[in-house]
């Protein structure tokens, strides 16, 4: 009877190369609503300093040979580090020793998955977040089904959105909305009768797509406050989150851990199973969460819970 040597946690650790990690990230980011909407730029490893456009320069006319006017924009500098995020994956150890060479790969799409919604729960709720601010930190709010319906209903409520920020000098140029808010966004229409919510495109990915008043808005899970009632989307300027990766994730195994499943504590020992363990860094800056409006919902729209700051 032949004897199958001991799984050890050493056989099954090491580094993915960025070329090798960026599939993980492309994964991550088909499944992340702010990583869809906001500005990407490099990040490495000591962090990077992003320029911000505090004032812009202006022109005037001027007259044949006249003197011409000096305007100045000013520049702010912001410094956006690396913070380590961590995934684990729990599966059988049967699965790992039947595909030792490529078993990380398997997982791509659950390791992905926890990785946007971590990270989109930090962007936008503050939920155990590394960074300086997230998005509920804006005092502008819009109740979604408050306008009356024969004053446009929710696309009224869309549209005093879009206001609260243009009247002040900022842009809007997305929404970002939870899952659960699409049967309320599907069943509205403008004051002419069309369906406010236009393009809706669905595919196996985790995030649908559409447009909302012109403005592109993504819908996925983890977007609403755990109530699904106090915060079920967010619009505003999306120039103004910006957001980076590091290029590599580190992995490793552990087949003796104790791992928290749900509410349950499980012995990976006891029950044969290994946990996979993926890290990899991002950085995001957000420039004045005054910059978004939160939108809010009459009572709390069906479907899967999202992550509560």
Same mark, same amino acid.
């Given at each position: 009877m032949a004897v199958t040597a001991p799984l050890k946690t050493t056989d099954f650790a090491g580094y993915l190369q960025p070329h090798m990690a960026q599939a993980f990230f492309d994964e991550a980011a088909k499944r992340s609503v702010v990583q869809q909407l906001a500005r990407k730029v490099p990040l490495g490893i000591s962090g990077e300093t992003v320029p911000i456009v505090t004032s812009k320069p202006t022109a005037s006319w001027v007259a044949e040979a006249g003197q011409k006017p000096v305007t100045q924009g000013e520049v702010g500098l912001l410094k956006m580090e690396p913070k380590k995020l961590a995934a684990i994956t729990v599966v059988s150890a049967e699965v790992v020793r039947a595909n030792p060479a490529n078993y990380v790969n398997l997982f791509k799409t659950d390791i992905a998955e926890a990785f946007a919604q971590a990270f989109d729960a930090a962007v936008l709720h503050g939920t155990d977040s590394p960074f300086a601010h997230n998005l509920d930190e804006t005092k502008k709010t819009v109740q979604l089904g408050k306008t009356p319906a024969n004053q446009g209903g929710i696309y009224g409520d869309a549209n005093l959105a879009i206001t609260k920020l243009v009247e002040n000098g900022r842009k809007f140029t997305g929404w970002a909305f939870d899952s659960a808010a699409e049967p309320m966004l599907n069943g509205s229409y403008d004051t002419t009768g069309r369906p406010i919510l236009t393009e809706p495109v669905y595919s196996d990915a985790a995030l649908a797509s559409a447009r909302l008043l012109g403005r592109p808005a993504y819908l996925g899970d983890g977007v609403a406050t755990t109530d699904r009632k106090t915060v079920v989307g967010y619009g505003g300027d999306w120039t103004k989150v910006i957001w980076g990766q590091v290029g590599g994730i580190t992995y490793s195994i552990s087949t003796e851990a104790t791992v928290k499943i749900g509410s349950n504590m499980v012995s $990976?020992?006891? #029950?044969? $199973? =290994? *946990?996979? $363990?993926?890290?990899? %860094?991002? *950085?995001?800056?957000?420039?004045?969460? %005054? #910059?978004? =409006?939160?939108?809010?919902?009459?009572? &709390?729209?069906? *479907? &899967?819970s999202g992550n509560g700051s």
């Open positions: $990976l020992w006891q #029950n044969n $199973l =290994v *946990g996979i $363990l993926a890290e990899a %860094e991002f *950085g995001c800056i957000i420039n004045d969460p %005054e #910059n978004f =409006v939160k939108l809010t919902a009459n009572a &709390p729209a069906p *479907g &899967p």
